[in-house]
């Protein structure tokens, strides 16, 4: 018998200026990969987050008039963290996000607004790798957005997005999904893990709301052993996954 290997990954190609990262909720990047963001930011690159919606629906205990704009505020807050200056909201509901022509459309249109270089996403796949079920809103978001990368270039899709000024854009290189159970790349995630962690941080209604432990134990365990176990496939060096689609 032969012992299996361990496909390693590749680092993420940086042969890029600008990024539009889009997610379905609040706290969807800081789980996901905002190690990474901080150090693209470092590196005087340009990152825009756009969400499908304010999160409104993520805690029980909160009524979604008031928990939306809390954590709008909080998504700011760590955004701000890892160097991100815009963040845009598109007021999808909170949980019953559909994937179809509407979201595809919205996400173009952002694309043909910000013209980015490299689009980044969150897995949209049914699990997160075994029998850990996906949610519906993210699947749907990271589908219309590996659609929409196409979208935003065809002049004969959504044409009324032209007559409104936004005139198409196919320079995107790109597509990184980061939490998927296939990665193939990744970036060390060294420079940017205590900005990550404190980014997670500045989510501590929803991070309270999920778990009994201390917020900044909770936050810092996880980033560390996620980042770690990516790590084993990438020299050894802590880091966060993506899986990468080229155009």
Request: glycine share 8%.
């Given at each position: ?11 993420l190609?940086?042969?890029?200026q ?9 706290d ?16 005087g690159?340009?990152?825009t ?6 999160g ?19 998504q ?8 991100v ?9 909170d ?16 694309i ?6 490299l ?8 699990t ?10 993210h ?11 196409a ?5 004969w899709?959504?044409p ?5 000024g ?6 995107v ?26 980014s997670l941080?500045?989510?501590?209604s929803y ?17 560390t052993?996620t980042?770690?176990?990516?790590g084993?496939?990438?020299?050894g060096?802590?880091a ?8």
């Amino acid at each position: 018998m032969t012992e299996s290997k361990i496909t390693q990954l590749q680092p993420l190609p940086d042969d890029w200026q600008r990024a539009l990262a889009v997610v379905a909720h609040p706290d969807d990047l800081e789980y996901g990969c905002s190690a990474a963001v901080a150090a693209w930011t470092d590196a005087g690159r340009e990152v825009t987050y756009l969400l499908a919606t304010r999160g409104e629906a993520g805690i029980a205990t909160l009524d979604p008039a008031v928990c939306g704009p809390l954590r709008e505020r909080e998504q700011r807050a760590g955004a701000a963290v890892v160097g991100v200056r815009t963040v845009e909201f598109l007021d999808h509901r909170d949980g019953v996000i559909e994937y179809g022509v509407a979201l595809r459309r919205d996400i173009a249109a952002a694309i043909r607004r910000h013209r980015p270089d490299l689009l980044v996403t969150l897995n949209h796949r049914d699990t997160w790798g075994g029998v850990a079920w996906n949610t519906p809103d993210h699947v749907a978001v990271g589908r219309a957005t590996l659609d929409a990368a196409a979208d935003a270039g065809n002049r004969w899709v959504f044409p009324e997005l032209a007559e409104q000024g936004l005139e198409p854009w196919n320079g995107v290189r790109r597509v990184a999904v980061a939490g998927s159970s296939n990665p193939t790349h990744a970036v060390d995630a060294r420079p940017g893990l205590e900005r990550a962690v404190r980014s997670l941080l500045e989510h501590r209604s929803y991070v309270e709301a999920l778990t009994d432990q201390d917020p900044e134990a909770y936050v810092r365990d996880f980033l560390t052993e996620t980042t770690t176990a990516t790590g084993r496939r990438f020299g050894g060096i802590p880091a966060v996954a993506f899986e990468v689609f080229g155009r």
